[in-house]
């Protein structure tokens, strides 16, 4: 663990020479843009056959529990029938335009760095009403404007068709990480998230866990550690300054960029500064864990062909092959299947064997380098609006993720290729 009176230190020091870091802010935000822009869009075919299949999916899931759960409670502290705003911040080529449209919101902002992306995403939009206007049962479709813009360096209020437009939701899903390269960019970032935001508002976002990533490099041997779908290297093991902390970060044929470390408990004094409150911060082991019992969560999990299934079905390969990958999940099963074997009666022995979902090892060490945070914009007497509709559970041990067990579902709803 990085040491907490280390990085306070440092958060003073860092207060008091913000001026001076603004001069020397580096930038590599074009790097990280041109990254973004020459990521090829790939079909949800193609998709399949990527190594990180589920664990995109597993990523894609975790941010719909999270959108879904925080749309409900910015409804919830809004009059009934009153329309819903949201800002999706970096919001890439629009992996989230769909989120949007099940949560039946009236009005989306877009903004990313990279104009390609935004062009995508736009694109992506427009189809989306196009198959609609085409569809028997037309939907309501939400408006929708879309901006390039460096969320650290341009003031987004400036650029909204409506300046004085107010927010019931920010979201900012993998993105605000990169920020932290400069005092400065973080600032920006933030206040973009924050100053818009209606009382009683939500901003709610993943990124890497700096805690987490820390740990993993004081554990590695070198400045290096990762496996076959992930990779991080610092230049450093001692020295992590509060920004432009830099790395690299390698995500099997999604990521290979420079990322910046986030301390969290800097972050969140710089959101408080807008009259917000941290409501939730969760790695995503404890948020799937803590999700796992809600039916809605679960069904999810299904749908979105979130978990491996273990052992494959018949003529379907795993996707590591990877000696250990599913060590975890072969122990689970042979766990049930000595229960089962136990219970059953002699008539029922036979039966089909015992069927996880679950996570290879690789993509389970990849994923659960992020948590997922929310906080809410208070009143201006610093009042919390927000009503607690279905406080979240404690958080869980750290588990991984076989404890969910395909043979609780309905098997036409288990993942499956
Ligand atoms: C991992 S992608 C996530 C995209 C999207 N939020 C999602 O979850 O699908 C990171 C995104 O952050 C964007 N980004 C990075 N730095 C940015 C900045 N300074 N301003 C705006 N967008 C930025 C990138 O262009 C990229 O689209």
């Known amino acids: ?159 909204y068709r409506n300046p004085a437009t107010t927010f019931d939701l920010v979201s900012c899903q993998f993105s605000l990480h990169y920020t932290f390269e400069s005092q400065s960019q973080a600032e920006v970032m933030v206040r973009n998230a924050c100053e818009s935001l209606r009382p009683g508002g939500f901003f709610i976002g993943t990124i890497p866990d700096g805690y987490e990533i820390v740990r993993r490099l004081r554990e590695a041997d070198d400045c290096s550690y990762g496996n076959s779908v992930y990779k991080i290297t610092f230049n450093d093991k001692e020295d992590f300054p509060l920004f432009n902390c830099q790395y690299s970060f390698y995500l099997e044929g999604v990521v290979d960029c420079p990322e910046f470390l986030v301390y969290f408990p800097l972050f969140v004094k710089m959101v408080e500064q807008y009259n917000m409150r941290l409501v939730c911060r969760k790695t995503f082991a404890d948020f799937f864990n803590d999700h796992l019992h809600c039916p809605e969560s679960r069904g999810m999990l299904a749908r979105m062909h979130t978990l491996e299934t273990y052992p494959p079905d018949a003529g379907v390969e795993l ?41 290879s090892k690789s993509e389970w060490e990849a994923t659960s380098i992020y948590c997922a945070f929310a906080f809410e914009k208070l009143a201006d007497d610093g009042t919390q609006l927000s009503v607690d509709d279905n406080p979240t559970p404690q958080a869980s041990k750290r588990k991984a993720p076989e404890q969910y067990s395909a043979e609780d579902e309905p098997a036409k709803a288990r993942p499956r290729l």
């Open 319 to 359: 996707m590591s092959s990877v000696v250990g990958d599913y060590e975890h999940a072969e122990l689970k099963v042979r766990q049930l299947e000595a229960e089962q074997t136990s219970e059953e009666s002699s008539a029922d022995r036979g039966r089909r064997p015992a069927k996880l979902g679950t996570l």
């Open 1 to 159: 663990m990085v040491s907490k009176h280390f990085y306070e230190r440092q958060y003073n020091n860092c207060v008091a020479s913000m001026a001076a870091t603004e001069q020397d802010a580096p930038d590599l935000s074009q790097k990280v843009a041109q990254h973004y822009n020459q990521l090829e869009e790939k079909g949800v075919d193609k998709r399949k056959d990527s190594r990180i299949f589920y664990l995109r999916n597993f990523n894609n899931w975790i941010k719909s529990v999270l959108i879904g759960e925080y749309l409900k409670k910015a409804r919830l502290s809004k009059p009934r029938e009153s329309e819903l705003t949201i800002l999706d911040l970096a919001c890439g080529k629009g992996g989230d335009l769909l989120k949007w449209r099940k949560g039946r919101i009236d009005q989306l902002i877009c903004a990313d760095i990279a104009a390609t992306s935004v062009e995508q995403c736009e694109k992506r939009y427009t189809d989306m009403l196009e198959r609609n206007s085409r569809d028997r049962r037309p939907q309501q479709i939400f408006h929708a404007e879309f901006h390039t813009a460096d969320c650290g360096r341009v003031r987004l209020k400036d650029v």
